[in-house]
């Protein structure tokens, strides 16, 4: 909580600040559905990986170049992660497990943006790049095995080094397209993670992040 507190008031002032020099400057927010790639020379790990559903919040600011194109970017807290839900037998016993990682990043995207309007409304498409960092992250997992259960929670060690689980900084491509309506926005958008943010890549093992986006945005000063 006190982590959030902060980032909201990091956006507050982010806001304020662009609100000088930005052709416009809002806030959004909306749903992540995130996974992940996880893999190395032998295996795809993730292909027991399931969709997290998730969520990222921020402001934005936006700096007009033409009537059609304009510059994007801003700063947000984003969740990602994913799922894991096995079942099966060992011993001729059932048994469940069930695994959640849940991340939270610090996103900065820098997107190019084409605006069309239709008269009442305009339809957007956007792409480049998208910078973020690793803030902190749990895996929660529970095992049932012959009627009993267990959970254990870990914190997500950050960092480059063989004791570590994943690299802090991240970098993908966003491609996205959605509807403005006055002050008020709705897109969908796609996060390609880049980076292998794999603490440790022995036998080529590499970890990328893979997030949809739906979000729903409001512009300050717009009519």
Known sequence: ???????????????????????????????????????????????????????????TAEFEITEMFSFETGLFLSNKGFRINKEG???????????????????????????????????????????????????KAKTTYMGESDTNTETVDWGTGEDNDLKRFDFGWIIGAGVEYQAFSAGLSYNLGLANIAATTDGGYKVKNRVFAITVGYRFGQK
């Open 1 to 59: 909580m006190k982590k959030l507190i902060t980032f909201i008031a990091v956006v507050v002032l982010f806001t304020m600040n662009v609100e000088s020099f930005a052709q416009t400057f809002g806030v959004r927010a909306g749903l992540n559905l995130t996974n992940m790639l996880a893999k190395d020379d032998d295996e795809t790990y993730s292909d027991d990986y399931k969709t997290k559903v998730g969520f990222q919040i921020g402001g």
């Open 89 to 139: 037998t060992e011993y001729g016993e059932p048994y469940k497990f069930k695994s959640t990682w849940n991340l939270y990043y610090i996103e900065i995207p820098l997107t190019a943006k084409a605006t069309f309007d239709l008269g009442n409304q305009r339809i957007y498409g956007i792409f480049g790049p998208s910078i973020g960092i690793g803030l902190s992250g749990k895996d």
